[in-house]
């Protein structure tokens, strides 16, 4: 789950992590009230609140240097449709803004912590690069980003602390006031089952002091049980409606931008077919688990998911039998089918427990079904029919 910037300082403050002094606002008189009589002073920030990076070249961040600024910015920035690198053309209506103070910035940084899958530990990641795409720095300058893994039973140590402090090239109050932040965004990162803590970018003051001046924060959907305070910032607005559909019947769905609607029987079969229809020439439409216990109601489920995605062209089933009969699945299909009235091509591949007796069905449903023998045999047979 992904949550505003406003939302992620919300909950640095609470472990005392420095953040700038701010209020969301949801109207124009909102902004000026809190910049006049929460903030103070005569320098402010107007941050447009989406889920999404690359705000300020998109328009969406501006400094205002006097209440009148404050205003006209909140009025243009409010229900803008903000487009940026990773909204994509589309954009995404901006419906809330963060008012924040004025920072006398010296340095800028990035810091962030995630896992890597590939040894299982979480890992910190600084660099000197800051206020700038991380994937840029690691594409170009790789060596621009140091890294420290954490140990599961020990966490984030002081000594690992200070090394990231020192290569950031900060030393004396700088260093300490660091060293704090970094221990301080681990803790947070732990306690609240975060998948991703982002700071970027994170800023020395000409006070000397370390804080984040942006933060990017996600979490883990499966330990939202345990931090219902944190479930309760999940925006819908910001979410593809068909994916808010999809967790309503337990279906793991993320829209894509092709047009070959895959269902799918676990996560990591689902990624196996979207890379085997792109070799074979065509573009997925969608990820989409539908789990374990594939029957019927979870098939026509996936059906009135992917098929309400107008881009859909075809439809590839690719269902492994293992805790479930694929001949099962199979009549679960047909009945789906019949009942929503599905009349875009489907090809299904079937593999497992009474494979070749679900291929039977399927062949001798009537239906418009192609059936596959392979998982590139399916892909080569839904990409071949929307070539024809």
Request: charged share 25%; proline share 3%.
């Amino acid at each position: 789950m992904k949550i505003h910037e406003y939302q992620a300082k919300e909950i640095l403050r609470k472990f005392k992590v420095a953040v700038p002094n701010g209020k969301v606002a949801f109207t124009p008189e909102e902004a000026v009230d809190i910049a006049q009589n929460y903030l103070g002073g005569n320098l402010w920030v107007v941050k447009a609140q989406i889920h999404a990076g690359g705000r300020g070249k998109g328009g969406g961040v501006k400094v205002a240097k006097s209440l009148d600024e404050v205003r006209s910015l909140s009025n243009e920035i409010l229900g803008m449709n903000l487009i940026t690198h990773q909204t994509g053309p589309e954009g995404k209506i901006v419906k809330r803004l963060l008012i924040e103070q004025g920072v006398n910035i010296e340095r800028e940084f990035y810091v962030g912590i995630t896992l890597d899958r590939a040894i299982s530990k979480n890992v910190i990641m600084v660099s000197t690069e800051g206020g700038v795409e991380i994937e840029k720095v690691a594409a170009e300058s790789p060596e621009k980003i140091i890294k420290e893994t954490i140990e599961p039973d020990l966490g984030l140590q002081q000594f690992q602390a200070r090394n990231l402090a020192y290569a950031l090239g900060l030393n004396g109050l700088q260093h300490k006031n660091a060293v704090k932040f970094l221990l301080g965004l681990y803790e947070v990162y732990i306690a609240s089952d975060c998948s991703l803590a982002e700071i970027n970018p994170l800023v020395l003051t000409k006070e000397g002091d370390v804080i984040a001046l942006d933060a990017k924060m996600n979490f883990d959907d499966n330990a939202l049980y345990r931090h219902p305070d944190i479930a309760d910032y999940r925006d819908l607005n910001e979410e593809d409606p068909l994916e808010i559909e999809a967790s309503k019947y337990s279906l793991n769905y993320i829209k894509l931008d092709g047009n070959v609607g895959c269902m799918v029987n676990g996560a990591g079969l689902a990624m196996a077919t979207m890379d085997i229809i792109k070799l074979a020439g065509g573009e997925p439409a969608n990820f989409l688990d539908v789990g374990g216990g594939a029957n019927k109601i979870t098939v026509a489920n996936g059906f009135k998911i992917i098929l309400s995605d107008p881009n859909v062209k075809a439809i590839l089933i690719n269902i492994f039998g293992g805790i479930v009969r694929c001949d099962r699945v199979a009549q679960g299909v047909i009945d789906a089918t019949k009942e929503i009235n599905v009349t875009i091509p489907i090809v299904v591949r079937l593999e497992g427990t009474n494979a070749e007796e679900a291929g039977v069905l399927l062949s001798e449903s009537g239906l418009n079904f192609e059936v596959a023998s392979t998982l590139k045999d399916a892909a080569e047979k839904v990409t071949a029919i929307l070539k024809n």
